[in-house]
């Protein structure tokens, strides 16, 4: 087949840390990284640089179906959910979620809401859009603020946990003015944090759990998955931040958190392959943080490779099986299509 692989560059960010530019520029390894799995299947492979032409490059271009890996147009991260919508007005199949599913998830409050309209657990909450607007005093202490569209841990920090209004309203600010959006301030889980890697369509499959667990941190900092102990290998935070897959969990408790990821899957209609975070309490009550399709499928060090490696699915592999999803998904909406056509007849 002639598979384009989507993929776009952030060379100047608009908004944030300069910092941020670590997480947003990782992606060019796993191009050539998926780029040299599908040659390898025996794919030809073009690669399509995300640019304000895209569009009319994809009206121009023949291609049997898209790899896409694009996170958004330049540094607009919300437009990530425009590169599927243009796929499907220019009529290539993909692989990994539509539009919707992108919008929806790029708003970790909406998701939230609608997780919890399906009976689905994810910590109580409030959004803010200016530090003045009135608390809800409902909610407990401590807090965990965040911006409301970042990903890849992007504005966690340390200081992000908060423990009274004041913390509050002073780390709700400083998210709303540098990352020039809502804040989302939700009750802080303490406890374990676990991650779901899920693929595949009708009959999704949960991946073996990957736990993250935060060895050693000092008194003083909190057990979460920040920015430095995702991306700064020097940092202590990622020195002591240890994946490990599977995680060793209670047997009910492992089979109720792949339930309520798969559910979570299904509920967001995510397509191919997707990845929910979870945290687990001390009573063992389990909330989703976010979910996240077409998540970081980067070769090394990613939870989604790990996971299918403890499932025994090489890397290779892995970039097959999502090509694979697609093109049997795009199948069965042709069947779809074609017996509505017939019952219009
Ligand atoms: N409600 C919460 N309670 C405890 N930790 C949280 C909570 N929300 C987020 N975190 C921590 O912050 C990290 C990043 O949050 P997440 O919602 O997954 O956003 P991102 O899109 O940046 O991955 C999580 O991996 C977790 O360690
Ligand atoms: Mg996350």
């Given at each position: 087949?002639?598979?384009?692989?989507?993929?776009?560059?952030?060379?100047?960010i608009?908004?944030?840390?300069?910092?941020?530019?670590i997480?947003?520029?990782?992606?060019?390894?796993?191009?050539?990284?998926?780029?040299?799995?599908?040659?390898?299947?025996?794919?030809?492979?073009?690669?399509?640089?995300?640019?304000?032409?895209?569009?009319?490059?994809?009206?121009?271009?023949?291609?049997?179906?898209v790899?896409?890996?694009?996170?958004?147009?330049?540094?607009?991260?919300?437009?990530?959910?425009?590169?599927?919508?243009?796929?499907?007005?220019?009529?290539i199949p993909?692989?990994?979620?539509?539009?919707?599913?992108?919008?929806?998830?790029?708003?970790k409050?909406?998701?939230?809401?609608i997780?919890?309209?399906?009976?689905?657990?994810?910590?109580?909450?409030q959004i803010?859009?200016?530090?003045?607007?009135?608390?809800?005093?409902?909610?407990?202490?401590p807090?965990?603020?965040?911006?409301?569209?970042?990903?890849?841990?992007?504005?966690?920090?340390?200081?992000?946990?908060v423990?009274?209004?004041?913390?509050?309203?002073?780390?709700?600010?400083?998210?709303?003015?540098?990352?020039?959006?809502?804040?989302?301030?939700?009750?802080f889980?303490?406890?374990?944090?676990?991650?779901?890697?899920?693929?595949?369509?009708?009959d999704?499959?949960?991946?073996?759990?990957?736990?993250?667990?935060?060895?050693?941190?000092?008194?003083?900092?909190?057990?979460?998955?920040?920015?430095?102990?995702?991306?700064?290998?020097?940092?202590?935070?990622?020195?002591?931040?240890?994946?490990?897959?599977?995680?060793?969990?209670?047997?009910?408790?492992?089979?109720?958190?792949?339930?309520?990821?798969?559910?979570?899957?299904?509920?967001?209609?995510?397509?191919?392959?997707?990845?929910?975070?979870?945290?687990?309490?001390?009573?063992?009550?389990?909330?989703?943080?976010?979910?996240n399709?077409?998540?970081?499928?980067?070769?090394?060090?990613?939870?989604f490779?790990?996971?299918?490696?403890?499932?025994s699915?090489?890397?290779?592999?892995?970039i097959?099986?999502?090509?694979?999803?697609?093109?049997?998904?795009?199948?069965?909406?042709?069947?779809v299509?074609?017996?509505?056509?017939?019952?219009?007849?």
């Amino acid at each position: 087949m002639k598979v384009g692989i989507i993929y776009n560059v952030v060379s100047e960010i608009a908004r944030g840390n300069p910092i941020d530019i670590i997480a947003e520029q990782d992606i060019l390894n796993t191009v050539h990284c998926v780029e040299d799995a599908l040659r390898a299947a025996g794919h030809e492979v073009k690669l399509i640089h995300v640019d304000d032409n895209l569009y009319e490059n994809l009206r121009a271009v023949k291609l049997d179906l898209v790899f896409n890996l694009g996170e958004g147009i330049g540094s607009n991260i919300l437009a990530e959910a425009y590169i599927p919508a243009m796929l499907d007005m220019v009529g290539i199949p993909y692989t990994g979620s539509n539009f919707l599913t992108l919008s929806v998830c790029l708003d970790k409050a909406k998701t939230k809401q609608i997780l919890l309209s399906m009976g689905l657990p994810t910590a109580r909450f409030q959004i803010f859009k200016s530090p003045a607007d009135e608390l809800d005093l409902s909610l407990k202490f401590p807090m965990i603020v965040k911006p409301i569209h970042e990903d890849a841990s992007i504005g966690i920090t340390n200081e992000s946990v908060v423990k009274d209004e004041e913390q509050l309203r002073k780390r709700i600010a400083y998210v709303i003015e540098t990352y020039k959006q809502n804040a989302l301030a939700e009750e802080f889980i303490e406890g374990r944090e676990v991650n779901v890697s899920i693929i595949g369509n009708r009959d999704p499959i949960a991946l073996p759990i990957e736990e993250l667990q935060f060895t050693n941190f000092s008194e003083s900092a909190y057990k979460i998955c920040s920015y430095q102990a995702k991306w700064i290998p020097n940092s202590e935070e990622f020195q002591k931040t240890i994946p490990v897959c599977p995680a060793q969990l209670p047997k009910n408790v492992e089979n109720r958190i792949k339930r309520l990821a798969l559910a979570a899957y299904k509920v967001m209609e995510c397509q191919d392959y997707a990845r929910i975070d979870i945290r687990i309490d001390k009573d063992n009550n389990s909330y989703i943080l976010e979910v996240n399709p077409n998540p970081d499928i980067g070769p090394v060090d990613t939870a989604f490779t790990r996971a299918a490696a403890a499932n025994s699915i090489s890397y290779n592999e892995l970039i097959t099986k999502i090509l694979d999803y697609a093109i049997e998904r795009q199948h069965s909406e042709k069947r779809v299509e074609e017996k509505i056509r017939l019952i219009e007849i």
